[in-house]
């Protein structure tokens, strides 16, 4: 579950947000595509304005196998054209696109056009998209928000020359009623909620899922990655903004707004108590406790391990502690999102993994820890600290007086990081630990970049249930039993 309580504000455009918010009615016809020609089998109701010749070819087309040919121009107006019926509305805004092409050699300016009779009767022109094409590419002409001329009627679309005279192509041509749809409405159920973070944030997961791009695409950039996420759950954080818009759809009763104790995550510095905000209610009473925690991730060119770990621990209903490398992130994002859903602890393991970072000056520490701490919330649109776990476990008086986070270190070391260590190695020590009493408390040092390590957990997470063990996160542990933590110092055990 997505902890909203623990979400805070973070600097953000309040104009913008506002401009997204005031939206009017929904159209029933929002998002319809009402032209689509693609000429895969004929000239899909396009035809000649005059004597020159249009025809569907077979041959270089933009899209598919077909698209239509203009040639024997005498006049800069010579072009394919469709007549637009009454689904365009006159004041109503309309995307436009098409594909064009043309092998005169030089660089042609180019439009997509209406003629329309505007209220008088008179026949007008207008331009829709205009583009400069460079001999034999493909270049789209495209208007995402074209208003329809007022009084328009008799309405015709045309593709044109502005001066050149030579022969072209077309295809793809289109037009679409633009959804109108909130931008935050992700999965256009026509209120933004929470339902609209988890859908995005499962289609981010598993590119699948009831989301439209046109309304989850915050940032407008095209595609859909961690940062819309970020700007949509932002949305939740600002709920005086949604109260003084028009949109009524846009409410808070789905999601309180954090209180002030909950919203602000505080200022920490070296020595302070750690801002404990683990919620242990889903662990029952009187329950041995284990903090399994992970180093090295996000795994890198599409292995499956960090998966395969949250997989096995998300199917025992358990949690762990994953620490970040930070140079590791960039595109591996969604494996620390799905973390997150999970209800896993993100945490911090340094940019770039220093062999000598308890040598380093205090602004060097201090930056290795800022950048991922940067990173993270960016990701997960929050603003917190994150527990760190040092490189090697090398401590200095330095980053043990410069560091605002405790450090979990390593109360069992499962060495899973040594040549030809085996899965069944580990999971023989985590079970002796066990049967021996030595387990409960314990901070457990694993990496989650190796199969040996995956395939232990795997069998442990059953086998640890079954033997009265809950594997909780390091924060978890120390909640659920009672213990604070404290920034700068290191953590073996809560005991
Ligand atoms: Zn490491």
Redo the contacts with the bound molecule.
């Keep these: 579950m997505l902890n909203m309580n623990r979400v805070i504000a973070r600097t953000l455009s309040i104009s913008m947000l506002l401009m997204t918010l005031t939206s009017t009615a929904i159209p029933a016809s929002a998002g319809s595509t009402l032209l689509d020609a693609t000429f895969e089998n004929g000239t899909d109701g396009f035809s000649a304005r005059a004597t020159e010749s249009v025809e569907r070819v077979s041959t270089g087309a933009y899209e598919g196998s077909g698209c239509l040919l203009i040639s024997n121009r005498r006049n800069e107006w010579n072009g394919p054209v469709t007549p637009l019926g009454s689904d365009w509305a006159a004041g109503e805004t309309y995307s436009f696109s098409c594909a064009v092409r043309q092998e005169s050699g030089s660089d042609v300016a180019m439009q997509l056009s209406l003629q329309y009779d505007d209220a008088s009767g008179k026949t007008t022109y207008a331009q829709i998209a205009t583009g400069t094409v460079s001999s034999g590419e493909w270049t789209v002409l495209s208007e995402p928000a074209y208003i329809f001329p007022e009084n328009s009627g008799n309405c015709y679309l045309y593709v044109e020359t502005a001066s050149d005279l030579c022969d072209f192509y077309v295809d793809s041509v289109q037009s679409e009623k633009p959804s109108v749809y909130q931008r935050g409405d992700a999965n256009h159920d026509e209120k933004i909620d929470k339902q609209d973070v988890a859908d995005l944030l499962n289609w981010l997961l598993t590119k699948e899922g009831n989301v439209s791009l046109d309304t989850a695409d915050m940032d407008k950039n095209g595609e859909l990655t961690a940062a819309d996420l970020s700007l949509l759950r932002q949305l939740f954080i600002y709920p005086e903004l949604t109260a003084t818009t028009t949109v009524t759809t846009v409410t808070t009763t789905t999601t309180a707004a954090p209180t002030p104790s909950e919203a602000e995550w505080p200022e920490l510095h070296p020595g302070d108590k750690w801002f404990n905000t683990a919620d242990v209610s889903w662990i029952p009473a009187g329950k041995k406790t284990v903090a399994l925690s992970f180093?090295?991730g996000p795994c890198q060119n599409g292995a499956r391990e960090g998966y395969r770990i949250q997989e096995a621990l998300n199917k025992q209903g358990f949690h762990a502690t994953f620490?970040y490398?930070g140079e590791r992130i960039p595109g591996n994002e969604a494996e620390i999102l799905a973390a997150e859903k999970g209800g896993h602890e993100v945490a911090n393991?340094t940019w770039n993994?220093p062999d000598n970072y308890h040598m380093m000056d205090a602004s060097s520490v201090l930056s290795q820890y800022t950048r991922v701490k940067d990173k993270l919330n960016d990701i997960l649109g929050v603003k917190r600290d994150y527990l760190v776990?040092l490189?090697?476990l090398n401590n200095s008086t330095t980053i043990s007086s410069t560091l605002p986070v405790p450090f979990p270190n390593c109360g069992i070391n499962t060495a899973d990081y040594e040549p030809g260590h085996t899965a069944n190695q580990t999971i023989s020590q985590i079970q002796q630990a066990a049967q021996n009493g030595s387990l409960n408390g314990k901070v457990v040092l694993m990496?989650e970049v190796y199969d040996s390590t995956a395939t232990a957990v795997e069998q442990l997470c059953p086998w640890l249930e079954q033997n009265g063990y809950v594997v909780c996160t390091v924060s978890e542990m120390f909640k659920y039993n009672g213990k604070d933590m404290y920034a700068g110092r290191t953590y073996d055990s809560c005991f």
């Design positions: 180093d090295d620490f490398w393991h993994h776990r490189p090697y990496h």
